[in-house]
């Protein structure tokens, strides 16, 4: 495989994690913390998937979201949603922005794995 | 003959008498033991500052003159006072309700806080006053030199040093007895007390020559009335208009006298003294001309031809060796001249101060009042400068004017004079109609006439206007002669001054009110001022605004001074159902912080400060008619409903604030267990990950194991932090916990506490100043706990405060049995709408990444003074992040 | 009867204070008006006469004062927000 991904989190051991499964399985992953500036990282770095946390700082990953679906160039970019708050209406939430997964933290490293590759594929 | 080192003895010996009545009642005060300072009799005997030293002295002179004439000066002020009922009682009930400090205040106040009437008035008043100060320095010089041992001896120099003297010590004792309070609320009572005595040695002196020359000299009641029908004084006619004009003129000057003002309106405690001073004024001034004629007549008759009648009270006693007579004369005559001097000059200071020198300096710092800078202080700087001034101004005069008669003739121009403020004052307070434009014309007018016909002339021919324009009118128009003004001839030119500087300021008031329109504040506060009776408290100005509580606390700190302002905030807030410092800016609540900073500062200075921070709020046609709905609504509806209906509304905002509450409580509980899931979960999630990257890690280098298993070890200790932290506090909320209440002193905690952060900060940091440490303060509490709060407040200071080179002051205060701790940072503190968050659970406002906790420590802080029987608070208006700890000291908690 | 008596009781005490504020506002001009009388009595009377007249009319006054504002005080109370209503 192999591809570019774009990890929006904010929590240092938890991009260290998923940037050491991921890497491990051939992808480039670069990584961006801040929510303000997420749009202007999507569009620079062009990934071909985005992980995409919801509490960040500055800004919702909700909101980050609802940006990318409405412009042109990305409506169509490999979202997957990652929150710690696991209650049925994020999961909604997470839909209803147009997610394209939604993972509740903590997950098992197989299941990212997966996703990423699924999403990537299809 | 007396000896003039033993007459300067005795006067220096009186004057430090006076000071310390004068200590002695402001001590009595402060421990509130005001009451009899305060009794309708030391009212009555305040008023006595009518009667100045000229008149003293004076009025026998007057007598031996022009015969009875002298009585109206007493006249007017009798008819003033009985007819209390009508004017005084509206002047004073005004003064009190809207904090008036001088006739400046009320003039401006009353025309919608004009600044430029509150300055015409001031400047009338000054120049007024000047040379009346100037007198009471001659009379007292006078004097003096009548005990010289010889007119050779005494030079013209010595009399000026004389006057040079007495200024200067009168400036000393206004100053530390009229400066000492801000607030015209808290009253002079030292300078009240110091006059009351002053006006009783004065009419004591009085009756006493006049009972030493009527059974002395003469043979009793019956053989003075001979001798008056025998002597020159006989001769002399009732002039009818000289004795109608006097004796209005008198009255109005009573009225309008900045000094009579002071005394009447502003030093007022109680509108009940009124009562008692209605008959006991009239009955003083009664008794103070009752032996003026016997004394004239008498003089006349016993002293030499061409000797001073002005003088005769000491030369009669002291032509028969008197001494000791002549002594007591002596002081009444000091009494009067220093008493008037004294309250003259605070009085013009006041206004000075307010009126002039307040705008200028508000002006010169736009934006001021919030930025820097301590207003208290610049106001009571000025006021001293002020007294300072008015007295070398009153000295200056007396040199340059040559005293003599042409400063005596002084006193009834100076009343003529501030008798022009009369139909902008009366008019003020009876009719609604009158407004601004109308009452600065007529001032202004009034003023020039009065100038023109009166006080320039008084410097006589070829004085100020040359001969010619006596005579012919300047440039030759006859019609402007200052003696016939529009060609009114063979009038007493005082009459002529008096009628057409009055008739012109009048018509001028009342067409200048005709013809104008007044803005929305003169008619709110022209409604207001004429039906005080009605709405003694609503003074309507301050219409819908967005200025934020915080802001006017800052301010009314520099002006009122901290504690007193935040208790009148914290009062304010009460009312209206609020808990904290942070009443909401209702209409009502700035009217009233208006009115408690006029006290301080005058009514336009306050009005602009607060218009500086309300960002010019003016009001605007909604507002007065919603003022004019109310009205409306306050006469139909009975004072009763009205309180419920204030009742009503409290309980309304009472309940609208729980349920708001519960709202809140019920979206909190929501949010508190997703913020618990998401604490809980983060940590977790590194900790599954890489355990799962561990188990399947073959080949992972020693290195890379290390660390990711550091990881899990940091993130488990994480979630055991945050699991103690909430156990901590469902402990606390629950009231399960224990606590090892010992005996302790506030210093070794905050050592403790202090101590135990430093050790994990890195060095330098934040500056933490400590004022005095406190270690004495003695408390009965669980110092574990009690140092846990103390660690997390320094801890939060670390952490947040975002000023380039961060320091925390600890201050701390022991009043009542509490002593409260502040902490106040230099940052840029916590914004007003999350100040009622942080002491909620997770109200991190930040960024986690800095706060590196879970966002229960202001919470765990709560709770745990809650159980030791305090509170902490966040106090605004610090200028950054402020803290207050609060707990009761050992002494209180043993007690309870 | 008894209980008709009341009212009317309270009805002529206020009828009473009003009657008290209006000689309260008479005051003055009574003292204005005894003032000018020395201007009527021309140059036949002497001065001493005068005087006597004027100290007379002065005391007069005062007692005058005394009583009405010593009544005034103890029957209305000054310090009320609506110390006026007639």
Known sequence: MGGRVLLIEDEPNIIEAIRFILSRDGWAVDVHSDGATALDAVTARAPDLVILDVMLPNRSGYDILADLRASEATEALPVLMLTARGQKKDREMAERYGASRFMTKPFSNSEVLSSVRELVGS | MLSFNLLVGVCLAYVGFLFLVAFAAEKRAQRGKAAWLRSPIVYTLSLSIYCTGWTFYGAVGYAARSGLEFVTIYLGPTIVMIGWWVILRKLVRIGRTQRITSIADLISSRYGKSTLLGVLVTVLAVVGTTPYIALQLQSVTLAFAVFAPSTAEMQASDLNSTALWVAAGLALFTVVFGTRNLDVNERHHGVVIAIAVEAVVKIVALIAVGVFVVWGLSGGAGDIMRMIDASPIAAWEIQPERWVTLTFLAGAAFLCLPRMFHVLVVENSDERHLATAAWAFPLYLMLISLFVIPIAVVGLAVMPAGANPDLFVLTVPLAFDRDGLAMLSFLGGFSSATSMVIVAAIALSTMVSNHIVMPIWLNARQGGATVSGDVRNVVLLSRRVSIAGVLALGYLYYRFSGGGE??????????????????????????????????????????????????????????????????????????????????????????????????????????????????????????????????????????RSFVEAEDLLMMAQRILGAGEAQALFVAAATEQGKAGYLPDVTPDFLERLERELSGSVGAATAHAMLGQITGGVTVSVEDLMRVADESAQMMEYSSQLEAKSDELERTARQLREANEKLTALSIQKDAFLSQISHELRTPMTSIRAFSEILMDGDGMEGTDRRKYSSIIHDETLRLTRLLDDLLDLSVLENGQVTLNARDAS??????????????????????????????????????????????????????????????????????????????????????????????????????????????????????????????????????????????????????? | MSDRGEPMFLARETYRRRRLMDAARILPFLGAFLFLIPLLMGTEAGTSISKIYLFLAWLVLILLAFVVSRRLAANVDLTAEEGEDG
């Open chain 2, 746 to 896: 506030l210093g070794a905690v905050l050592d403790r506490a202090l101590a135990a952060v430093e050790s994990r900060a890195e060095p330098g940091a934040l500056r933490i100043i400590r004022g005095e440490a406190g270690g004495e303060v003695a408390l009965y509490t669980d110092t574990d706990r009690l140092s846990q709060v103390f660690i997390n407040i320094v801890s939060n200071a670390q952490k947040y405060c975002d000023a380039d080179d961060p320091e925390l002051r600890i201050e701390y205060r022991e009043a009542g049995g509490k002593v409260s701790v502040d902490f106040i940072d230099n940052g840029t503190g916590i914004p007003k709408q999350s100040q009622s968050l942080i002491f909620e659970k997770f109200a991190r406002l930040t960024d986690q990444r800095r706060a590196g906790g879970a966002g229960l420590g202001l919470a765990i802080c709560r709770e745990i003074m809650a159980r030791l029987g305090g509170e902490i608070e966040y106090l605004p208006g610090q200028g950054g992040a402020a803290f207050r700890v609060t707990l009761p000291t050992a002494a209180a908690s043993a007690a309870a």
């Open chain 2, 406 to 543: 042409a400063l005596a003739a002084m006193g009834l121009i100076a009343f003529v004079g501030v008798a022009q403020v009369l139909p902008a004052l009366l008019g003020g307070i009876f009719w609604r109609g009158a407004t601004r434009v109308g009452a600065a014309t007529g001032v202004t007018l009034g003023f020039a006439v009065w100038l023109y016909t009166l006080f320039l002339p008084s410097f006589g021919v070829g004085g100020v206007m040359s001969a010619a324009t006596f005579e012919a009118g300047p440039w030759g128009i006859g019609f402007l002669r200052p003696r016939a003004l529009f060609g009114l001839e063979g009038i007493d030119p005082l009459v002529h001054a008096v009628f057409w500087s009055l008739a012109l300021n009048t018509a001028a008031f009342f067409l200048g009110s005709l013809l104008s329109f007044p803005r929305p504040l003169e008619r709110l506060q022209g409604a207001t001022f004429v039906n005080i009776y009605r709405y003694s408290d609503s003074a309507r100005g301050w219409g």
